[in-house]
């Protein structure tokens, strides 16, 4: 059965920092790009980050609101991405969900949340940030 599943949410002071999982099953996610999205309430999905395939050289890709403070990575022997999210800060609540396709979308087009509708998602984690 092929699954994403995403772990690590929570609550989290201003300027704390978390990791979010993304696990694989059913699939080798190393062979696929992945991405982190975040959806706040009444507010759309955006793209927080993605990863292109190793075969692509494990590529990272930053929303400009988070560069600096996240970092996406792969641990291929887990079968997992993970996001490092450093400097929290209250804008950053929301669920966040991972996704992979097989193709990396191209330049900035990474960030069109509807060019991995068709690739595999989770079923998203909380992350609050509060004091």
């Known amino acids: 059965q092929v699954q994403l599943v995403e772990a690590g949410g929570g609550l989290v002071q201003p300027g704390g920092s978390l990791r979010l999982s993304c696990a694989a099953s059913g699939f080798t996610l190393e062979h696929y790009a992945t991405g982190w999205f975040r959806q706040a309430p009444g507010k759309e999905r955006e793209a927080v980050s993605s990863i292109s395939s190793s075969t692509r050289d494990s590529s990272a890709y930053y929303a400009d609101s988070v560069k600096g403070r996240f970092t996406i990575s792969r641990d291929n022997a887990k079968n997992t991405v993970y996001l490092q999210m450093n400097s929290r800060k209250p804008e950053d609540t929301a669920v966040y969900y991972c996704?992979?396709?097989?193709?990396?979308?191209?330049?900035?087009?990474?960030?069109?949340?509807?060019?991995?509708?068709?690739?595999?998602w989770g079923q998203g984690t909380q992350v609050t940030v509060s004091s």
């Open positions: 996704a992979a396709k097989i193709e990396h979308p191209f330049g900035e087009d990474w960030t069109r949340v509807a060019l991995w509708s068709r690739g595999y």
